[in-house]
């Protein structure tokens, strides 16, 4: 484990994507910049991969000390990993991690289909066979959606392949993850997709963004509610937490719709990491929070204003050691 007592260190942080590689080269001249605390000739590496995938393995590798930090949403889904308490997968044993830090990030799990197809249920969906096709992030242990869809869809009795087997189709080469990125050249987008009919059906988190609102503007949708029972063992199994879709925030979304909360991103720790390095951290985090929202377009990624006092609540994770000393000296909790 790394020292940070005795002469230089590397700091490593996980911050896969476009998203988080702008909070980590933040956090990571905090640690470093001309006013950085770590002992002199120290670095921070900032690494990234599929995002996705990051979010899901992320953790183990943090547990393993390939990392000292990592980034991972949503917030309750780091607490599945750490207690050891996932399937198909993921989190199927418990790790040493803790929470650092939560960014505003107020997101939702959507399931959505073109309203001409009349379908008002999941369970019409599966009790009809419907072959929906679907536009959806990367499946399965690639992205937190695809893991999310797997564990909700089995308590429906089926798997994300059944609607493919059923004569439809399930892509995500067509997915824009924000509106400063778009699909590679000769790839149709999602857009083009629901409009002309070609997919008919969207599962999908970032509910904030752009491309949703563009998507929810110009084709009728219908948004459908996941049944109250599936979702309460859901959080009994996995903790997967609950929510209602924020009525009005996308054209089609009426009152009470029940769905699955994407909220939060949490930056997070091997719970052996020294409590300086962590106080370290979040001393960077507190410097360069105006920075970091400074990168952010509106419907891009956070949500908010980074406020010290919200970053140490609902954490899911207990508090690394080193996060405590550093809130409650600066006055940001009791």
Known sequence: MIDIEHGPVEVKLLSAGSNWLKVGGMLGLGLTGYFGALPKGSSVSVHTAHTG????????????????????????????????????????????????????????????????????????????????????????????????????????????????????????????????ETVPSGRRDRMTSIQSGAINAIFDEALMTVPWQRIAASVDLTFLPIDRDVLNTLERKYYVRQCFLPEGRLRGIGPNIPGI????????????????????????????????????????GLTGTIDMTECCKNTELPLHAGAVQYYREKGYMK
């Open 261 to 300: 909360d994407f909220t939060g991103w949490i930056l997070y720790c091997r719970e052996d990491l020294p409590d300086r390095l962590v106080y370290l951290m979040l001393q960077g985090l507190d410097e360069q929070k105006s920075q970091i929202e400074s990168l952010f377009q509106p419907g891009q």
């Open 53 to 180: 995938e990051m979010c899901m393995v992320g953790p183990e590798m943090v547990a393993a000390g390939t990392y000292h930090f990592g980034i991972t949403t949503p917030t309750w889904l780091a607490r599945t990993a750490a207690e050891g308490r996932g399937a198909f997968g993921f989190g199927e044993r418990p790790l040493p991690l803790k929470a650092v830090a939560v960014f505003p990030h107020y997101d939702q799990l959507a399931l959505a289909v073109r309203k001409d197809l009349g379908i008002t249920s999941i369970r019409q969906l599966v009790d009809e066979k419907v072959p929906l096709r679907i536009s959806t992030a990367p499946t399965h242990m690639s992205h937190p959606v695809g893991w999310v869809l797997d564990v909700l869809l089995a308590e429906y009795g089926i798997e994300i392949e059944d609607f493919e087997r059923w004569g439809g189709e399930v892509i995500f080469g067509d997915r824009q993850p924000n509106f400063m």
